[in-house]
């Protein structure tokens, strides 16, 4: 199975399935997106970024689709937020974007299950997070992970040229 992200007429984006023999593609969500986040490691969920326009508190939520169909997406965020699998299945990473950096946790997996239990309206901030971690939160971004102890990250810090050079 190929999940594409294809943009129509109106700009709006849009994620389709489509099986590796070819064939037709399917929608998987009725809703546009605004960006694809992360395909779940057996291929059963997507997660993708929207936006509401009827929330001027929440603007943006990131949502887990199952990629089957058959239901409502799950709610993860109730803001963007970048979501990832670990190798070991037992844990979901998020990484949350603060003012001045990312902050990632790391969520366990209920045994045979594909998404944590984050409630009915996700997370909105670092405090609910908070409750539900197995480890302390890391300062950065979690590109990828095999387990909550082993994991690579980027952290990126901005420093300015402190001299000034005359250019004639």
């Known amino acids: 199975m190929k999940l594409r992200r294809r943009v129509d007429l ?6 389709y399935k489509r099986s590796v023999e070819g064939g037709m593609e399917k929608l998987v969500m009725n809703e546009p997106n605004l ?10 969920w997507v997660v993708a970024s929207v936006s509401d326009s009827q929330s001027a508190e929440h603007p943006y939520r990131t949502i887990a689709y199952p990629v089957e169909g058959g239901g409502p997406g799950v709610m993860l ?12 299945g037992a844990d979901m990473v998020i990484n949350l ?16 299950e594909e998404l ?15 409750k539900r971690v197995k480890t302390e939160a890391i300062e950065g971004f979690v590109a990828t992970a095999m387990t909550p102890e082993v994991y690579a990250f980027s952290r990126m ?12």
């Open 157 to 168: 810090r901005v420093k300015r040229n402190l001299y000034w050079v005359p250019v004639r």
């Open 77 to 88: 965020c109730l803001r963007l937020c970048d979501v990832r699998w670990d190798q070991s």
């Open 116 to 130: 944590p239990r984050l409630g009915a309206e996700g997370v909105g901030d670092s405090e609910e997070l908070k």
């Open 35 to 44: 960006d694809l986040v992360e395909v779940s490691p057996d291929g059963k």
């Open 10 to 15: 109106k700009k709006k984006n849009y994620v």
């Open 97 to 112: 974007y603060e003012e001045k950096n990312g902050i990632v946790y790391f969520v366990p997996l209920e045994k045979g």
